[in-house]
Structure formats: C-alpha cells, structure tokens
C-alpha cells in the first residue's frame, strides 16, 4: 500500500535533464513552482504543461512511473478540488441541496487541480532525475553562504540524502511489520478513529526500534569508513557548471518573465 | 609481517545510569592475545555473545580497548591521531546490507569512504572503477542499493571498503542474512580478494563450510580465544567444539563418528573428496553388499486426510497490461494432517507469497485453497451472533488447545505416544481421520473442505488457524514485557484477559521460555530468545497449522538446534502440521516429510526429501543444491560403492557406513578363513 510514493526514489536513465547540474534542477523546480501561482490563465497553463511534457520527454523518464506518484496525493487533491467546488460563491450551475457548483467554482476548482498535477509532477520530475546525494550536493552548495552564519549545511544536506535512501527500505519493512500483526490477528480497517490509532500502535512500535537500530548500525558502518563530518571531504561528482546549465537558466528566466507578463497582457 | 596484534586485550560493556554511575559491567573479551600475519586469510568462530564482533570492532577502532593494547600496523587504536589512519587500512564489512550503504547510487557508495579521507576527485574515481573491477560489481554501478540482492548489496559494502586501499577487511557475519547463493558469492569474492590483492581477510562467521578453505581458524568462547591454528587441527577437536555448542562441517562431523567406530579414517577430514578416498580403501564395491538400512516412513504418509489442499493456485501482478507478471502459476499440492512440509525454492520463487496466500494476507487472482481444520465452525462470518460468541465456541471446541496443556500428562501416561490424547478426551485423531465430518461442520456446507474463497469466509479466523511466522519474526515485537507481547494475538481473538494470559504461558513453556523471562522486556532478550517470543505469540492462537518463514535464518549453531528441536517436539506432541519455508536442504532432508519445490512461481517438484534430493542435478539448475550426504552418496556411487536407500542425516549415513562395513570385513575374514581351510 505504500509501494506507490515515488518521492525520492531516482529513475536511473541517462538524459540532459540527468545531466544538468543539481542546482539548476533545484532553481528550476523553484522558478517552475513559483510560475504556476503567477500565472492564472488557461493559456499559461497550458504553456506550463506543455514546457512540463517536453522536460518529461526529455528526461526519459517514463510518463507511467511518473504518475504513480500521483496516487498518493490523490486524497488531498479530491479534498481540495472539491472544496473549491462546492465552496466558490457564485452563479450555480448544478445544486444538490445546500451543495451547489457555481460557474466560478468550476473554473477554481479545475485550475487548482491542473496546478496542483503539475507541481507534483514537476518536483517528481526533479527528484527522479537526481540522485539524492546530487540533489544534497546541490543544496549543500547553493545555500553554502548560510554555512557562514552557523547553519550546518553539510549535516543537514548528509541527514536528508540519508533520510531518502531510507525511506523505501522502512516503506518495505512496515508493509512486512503489518502483515505480520495481521497474521497474528491485528486489524486496521475496523472500528472508529481511537480503535484504529490504537491499532497503529503495534505498526509504530516495531517501526521506530527498527529505525533506531538501523541508525545505530548505520552511524558505526559510517564511522568506520572514517567519515567525520564535512571537513577535509573531497566530492568524487563535484558541482561545476557546464554550458548547458547557464542555458537552462536563461531558458528559466525566460519563462519566469513570460509568466509575469502574462499577468498584465490580457491578451494571452 | 604481523598487520594485527593483540596483547592481553580486555573490553567491558559498561552500562550506567542516569548519573552515569555504572549499573553494570560485562566483560566481554578477556585476555586475548592474538597477531595475525599480514596477507592471510582468518576465520573467527564462536557462538553469539561469545565477543567475536567485539573483536572485530576493536581492531577497527570503533571500540577501544578497556585493558591491554590493540596494535594495527604497529599503531595503539588508543591513540586518536592514529585512529583515521587505522580505519582507512582496516576496512569493515558488517552483517546487515541495507545498514551500510549511504548513498542511492552504487558508485556513489563507493566513492564515500575516499571522499571522507579526501582523496582527489579524478583518484575517488580511479579507486571506484578498480573497486568495482574487483568485487565484480562494474554492470551494477549505476543501479540504486534497493534494487540489488543482498548478495550483491554485501559486495558493494566490500568495494566500498577496498576503494579506501585497505590492508585488512574485517567482516563480521557478512552472510547471515543472505540466502545460499547470495552466501556463496560473497564468500567468493572475499577469496578472490585475498588471493589476488593480497588483502588480509578476518572472516567472523557461523557457517563452518565457509572456514574450511581458511589459513587460521580462531573459536571464540566466553569472552577468550580457546582454540586456535588451522582448519584441520581445529575440527580435529569434534568434541571439545560439541561441548561449546559449536558445530563442525558435516562431513567432519561424519569421519569422525566413523573413526570413533574403528574405521580407518583420518582426524579432522575437510572434504568429500578426501573422505571418498578413505572410504574407497575400506569399503566394498560389489553390488552384493547393500546395507541393509531401511528408512522409516512417516506414517502419516499413507494416509491422505489433507489439512489443506491448494488447487491451482494463481497470483498475477498487473493482469491483463504488458507488465502481467505471474508470481505463482498453477500451483496445486495438498499438506497432509500432522506432516512437515518442507518449502524450497531461490529468492524471489514464491515460497513467501504462496505462504502469504495459505493464511489469507494476499488473495490468489485463480484458484482455490480448501481448508479442513479439526474444528471449522467459527470459519464463517455469521449474522446474528457476535464474534466475540463465536470465538468462544470455537475455544471450546478446540481440542488442540487441551491437547497442548495435558499434553505432558499423555506423554507420560502413553510412553510410546502411539495414542496422543488421553482416554478421556472426547475424541482423537484418529477418529477424525475416519470422520473428517464433524460437529463444528455441521454450519458450513456439508463438506469437510472450505473453500477459503468462499462467499462470508472470514479471512482473520483463517489466520488463526494458519499461524504464519514471518521471517526475522522478532522485528514485530512491540508491548512492554514478554507476557503481554505473546497475548496480542489471543486477545486479538476475542479472549477474555485470563484465556489469553493462560494460553500466553502455555505458548511461552513451549517455546522454552520459563516465567524469569515473562516480565521482561521483550528487547533485553537475545537474539534467539526474542525470535522464541515472537513464535510464541503466534502459537498462542492455537494455530492447526505452523507455517515458519526461514525461522532460522540469522541465528548461531546452538540457536539453529534448539529452535529446531523445539519445532520438533510441538509437532511431535501436540501433532500440529509444520510448514517449513527453508534455505537449508540439510535442514529440509532432516526434519520434513514431504518438500515441495518452487521455481519461478511454479511447482517443480513434489514428494519425500529422498524423491527431490535424488534429482538433485534438476534442483541445481534452479539454482537450489542438495544436502551434503546426498552428494557423499553420489561421490561414493562414482568410486563403485552404493547406497540404494538414501540415508540423508549425518547419523544415518555414518550408522549405513558402519555397518556394510562391520559387514564387509566380517564376509572377508570369514572367506579367508574358509580359503585358509581348503589349502589345508
């Protein structure tokens, strides 16, 4: 059941989004993000899908593996949508009792989950073409100028690559502890809300001493192959820009540019 | 040139409190004295907590001596400006794959240790391309960790530690938690790299074929080295390692029964080959003499009364897309009543999803499993009635769960066990194997066989009966104390607060665990008395059938044996049917009644371990093996000598040997007598 989050987990291809540099990737996601609340028009949507399905393609991901992850935010995004559906004042088109969907709402509703498709999309798209040590790196370096007023950007950039490896080998190990509470009997689906957090207990427990016992083991296996923290470390894949990225960022700045405008050009 | 040295070296485990005032010391090394030649290749035994990885962390520095010295490279791991320059020559290898890899990408792994010493960019790549190279892993270093076996996962964490150019790797139960071939390929590389790189090995492992090969054996015991020097002189002492509850290589284990019974073998034989050869020069080859050694059949054999019977059972993944993959096709068996059934199969065959299937957590997408319990009643969800009712009725009815507690009474009242249950018992087993119709069935639909498919069959009763022990069950360990953990699944039954506690104690005394553990924490047990608690907790819901996934698995010698032994005597006394989902053909040949082979989803095979492990040639090209005494017997088949039963444990092989040859030489020395006779 949770075999489906594809957050984190790299799509090992070989493609020119792979290769661009991880900071770019990262301003990128940012610049991209950032678009999809400027812009509030259908074309612009479309324009933001349409740039989206050509880095799609172009980073040799498949579109199927893609949209996996999807599913996991398709609670929210039936919550969401549906909020603005039914809660948008304005003249109804269809009423079901009090619940009524307006014109207004249906054009809210609609764009906020074209919005929110493409902005999980988009930072899947980062996180499947980069390594997560690519991606630390990349934070570790790009944000090297807060290392200056304390902030341990090394530690912190190691403990999220860490926090990514692990993240499908405990997805596997609490889909095997539920099975195995549930073969001795445990039941998750029944009762109300206080049975099933109770129920959880049995999930919970077994979980965090796993996790503490992996971290143990993990934090001597690291000891002995001498890591001491960020200090003295050379990078066997250092950052350096290559033409391609200040490309990329020029396309960025383009786009970012062309989505500002669009907000005050009624033409488009 | 000594690379390791070890001078009156003693380590305490200190535990403290709050204050840090010590509550307790353990010691846990005591007065080792050890050097280790640099380029050779050492195996360290000894049994759990015998301070085998307490050694090989202080080698590496990652615990530091209490009393005494510990010299790498003539450098004291005392001495911290030392210490990173003794972890870059001295490499570690630890048990668990998945707890030792940092990054998501395997060349990435590779290149961490270089980087934490900083070493130049272009070299770090330099070092990982050659480290790879040698564990044999250069397709794979783009793959992430996640998707490679543990086999392969382990030769990762070996490159890992030979990219920091290391003199030593010390590997601690690098393949306890890997399945045989995964084993062997670890084991492989490691010798390679001793052979070809001239790296030092110290190889801390429970499996004795593993050492066999080595330049030094050291066997650990309590803390101090009690034995010490080649493979040959250290299984030389078969005894004196039994005593310590160690285990010698099988075919060791043999020549030495054999030589204890006058047959001229050598001590401490290492390998069949060897063995072969001795025996060559004593035994007969003419087809005439056969030892007259007829394995008994289990009785149970000839009777089909099937406790469950699966028909062709399917499971799909993706049904109807490109990606259709069939994780089981076809499969059709039945288990016998009482019976231990033996499961085999690689990694990834379908031994654990179709285990998944037989007590309902996955739900075939073709098929049927029909089950027939001694007692079906509460099976059915019923409207009306609650649970918690039904549940109670069904406790009961539930023989199986008198049986258990007098149990120990019949034993004594019936010696020779031909009646399990005491006269005054409803009802035995043999009555219902006459009538498998009975009381509880009178519900369902008339038949002895339910369908567990069936329209309202309830999915978590079949779970009860079917008790499914899952690998490494001690990972499922939760509640506060050992008690309370083993009643999580009757409670979960419906049981009041008592019938669970009591069925709890009964479950814990059958595991061996007496009531000094049942308030305890389930997590200041050891190893093997936490996987006793978890199994426990299962037997407590008076499962009919026991399936254990790999029970073993991870565990030292001494573990392996008692565990065993306890599966034994449950189905022995309380005639409980026992599927054994196993890695180990030695175990499967010894302890299951009939074995059924799993390949790619498939079943291969089916029947008594003498009928699989005859086509051994067919099991290996799954990737399977046979048990030891099945290729002695081939080998010695090859020299003229045979052997038409198949005795297929140690003891039954040395007591066919002994014999033909108590046999033989009688014939011969009574021909010679008789020859002597004529020419006078």
């Known amino acids: 059941m949770f075999r489906e989050i594809t957050l984190g987990q790299y799509y090992p291809v070989d493609s020119i989004i792979h ?62 949508v549906s909020f603005n559906l039914f809660l948008t004042p304005g003249e109804p088109i269809v009423q079901f009792g009090i619940l009524k969907i307006s014109r207004e709402g249906l054009e809210i509703a609609f764009k906020m989950g074209i919005r929110l498709v493409l902005l999980v999309l988009g930072s899947s798209l980062m996180t499947l073409t980069t390594t997560p040590n690519q991606l630390t790196d990349g934070m570790e370096k790009g944000l090297g100028i807060f290392k200056k007023i304390g902030v341990p950007v090394h530690e912190i950039s190691m403990m999220m690559s860490i926090a990514l490896r692990f993240i499908p080998i405990l997805v596997e190990e609490t889909d095997k502890i539920m099975k195995a509470q549930q073969a001795r009997g445990a039941d998750f689906e029944s009762g109300n809300i206080i049975d099933r957090a109770k129920a959880m207990v049995p999930i919970l427990v077994p979980l965090f001493i796993s996790a503490f016992r992996r971290a143990n083991d993990l934090a001597m296996a690291m000891e002995a192959r001498c890591y001491h923290g960020g200090e003295g470390r050379t990078k066997m894949k250092p950052l350096r820009y290559a033409g391609r990225d200040i490309i990329a960022y020029l396309l960025m700045i383009m786009y970012l540019a062309a989505c500002i405008a669009s907000r005050f050009v009624d033409l488009i | 040139m000594k690379i390791i040295e070890a001078i009156h070296l003693a380590y305490d485990y200190i535990r403290t409190d709050e204050n840090d005032k010590v509550i307790e010391r353990t010691r846990a090394l005591n007065d080792v004295n050890l050097s280790i030649e640099e380029g050779s290749f050492v195996c360290i035994l000894g049994h759990n907590g015998s301070g085998k990885s307490t050694l090989a962390k202080l080698i590496n520095g990652l615990n530091l001596p209490s009393e005494g010295t510990m010299l790498v490279s003539s450098r004291d791991t005392k001495n911290e400006k030392e210490l990173w320059d003794i972890r870059k020559e001295t490499g570690m290898v630890f048990q668990n794959p998945d707890n030792q890899i940092i990054a998501s990408v395997v060349e990435e792994d590779v290149g961490f240790g270089p980087e934490n010493i900083g070493i130049p960019t272009a070299e770090i790549w330099e070092r990982v391309n050659k480290a790879l190279h040698a564990v044999g892993m250069e397709a794979y270093r783009m793959k992430s960790p996640n998707r490679l076996s543990g086999g392969q996962k382990q030769r990762v964490a070996i490159a890992g530690t030979m990219a920091m150019i290391p003199k030593t790797i010390v590997l601690d139960e690098p393949t306890a938690m890997l399945d045989p071939s995964g084993r062997a390929e670890v084991i492989r590389t490691v010798k390679e790299l001793n052979k070809t790189q001239g790296v030092t090995i110290i190889l801390i492992t429970h499996y004795m074929e593993e050492t066999v090969d080595a330049d030094r054996i050291i066997v650990m015991d309590k803390g101090k080295m009690v034995m010490d020097g080649t493979p040959g002189e250290v299984f030389k002492n078969v005894k004196e390692l039994k005593e310590i509850r160690m285990d010698v290589p099988e075919v060791t284990e043999l020549a030495w029964i054999l030589k204890n019974e006058g047959m001229p073998v050598p001590d401490s034989v290492l390998t069949r080959e060897e063995l072969v050869s001795h025996l060559e020069k004593c035994l007969p080859k003419q087809a005439d003499f056969q030892p007259d050694f007829v394995k008994k059949k289990p009785e149970h054999m000839d009777i089909t009364d099937p406790v469950m019977r699966v028909r062709n059972l399917s499971h799909v993944y993706q049904k109807g897309t490109a990606m259709e993959s069939y994780a089981l096709k076809d499969v059709s068996f039945d288990v016998q009543r009482g019976s231990i059934v033996g499961f085999i199969g690689h990694t990834g065959s379908g031994k654990s999803t179709l285990t998944q299937h037989l007590n309902g957590l996955l739900k075939a997408t073709d098929g049927a499993i029909e089950v027939n319990f001694r007692d079906n009643s509460a099976l059915f969800k019923t409207d009306g009635k609650t649970k918690t009712k039904n549940v109670n009725a069904d406790t009961a009815a539930f023989r199986g769960g008198k049986l258990i507690s007098d149990m120990s009474e019949s034993i004594k009242m019936n010696p020779d066990n031909t009646c399990n249950e005491g006269a005054d018992k409803s009802k035995n087993i043999a009555v219902f194997r006459e009538e498998p119709l009975h009381e509880g069935m009178e519900r369902g639909n008339g038949t002895g066989f339910v369908n567990i498919y069936a329209d309202g069959f309830d999915m978590k009763q079949l779970r009860f009966k079917v008790g499914l022990v899952f690998q490494y069950p001690e990972y499922q360990l939760f509640e506060i104390d050992v008690l309370t953990d083993v009643m999580f699944g009757p409670k979960n039954q419906g049981l009041s607060q008592e019938e669970a506690r009591k069925r709890a104690e009964e479950a814990l005394k059958m595991v061996g665990l007496g009531e000094e553990f049942w308030k305890k924490s389930p997590f200041e047990l050891s190893g093997g008395q936490k996987r006793r608690v978890a199994i426990a907790g299962v037997l407590a819901m008076h499962p009919e059938v026991l399936i254990l996934d790999e029970p073993t698995a991870g565990l030292d010698p001494a573990g392996r044996d008692d565990l065993f032994r306890q599966i034994r005597s449950l189905h022995d006394k309380v005639g409980m049917t026992i599927i054994l989902v196993s890695h180990s053909m030695d175990d499967v040949a010894r302890y299951t009644d009939q074995v059924i082979v799993l390949d790619h989803g498939e079943l291969r095979m089916t029947g008594t371990p003498e009928e699989i492990f005859k086509r051994y040639k067919e099991l290996e090209e799954m990737g399977l093996g046979a048990p030891q005494m099945t290729y002695l017997i081939h080998d010695l088949k090859d020299v003229g000598i045979r052997f038409e039963d198949r005795p297929d444990t140690v003891e039954e092989m040395a007591h066919c040997i002994v014999d033909l040859w108590k046999r033989y030489n009688k014939e011969e020395h009574g021909e010679d007598r008789a020859s002597g006779k004529e020419a006078r």
């Open chain 1, 19 to 80: 290769r661009l540099d991880p900071r770019v990737k990262l301003m990128g996601t940012l610049v991209f993000l950032a678009a999809l609340f400027v812009v509030n028009s259908w074309t612009m949507y479309g324009v933001a899908a349409l740039v989206l399905a050509i880095l799609i393609k172009s980073s040799n991901v498949p579109f199927r593996f893609m949209t996996k992850g999807l599913k996991s935010i398709l609670v929210l995004l039936l919550i969401s």
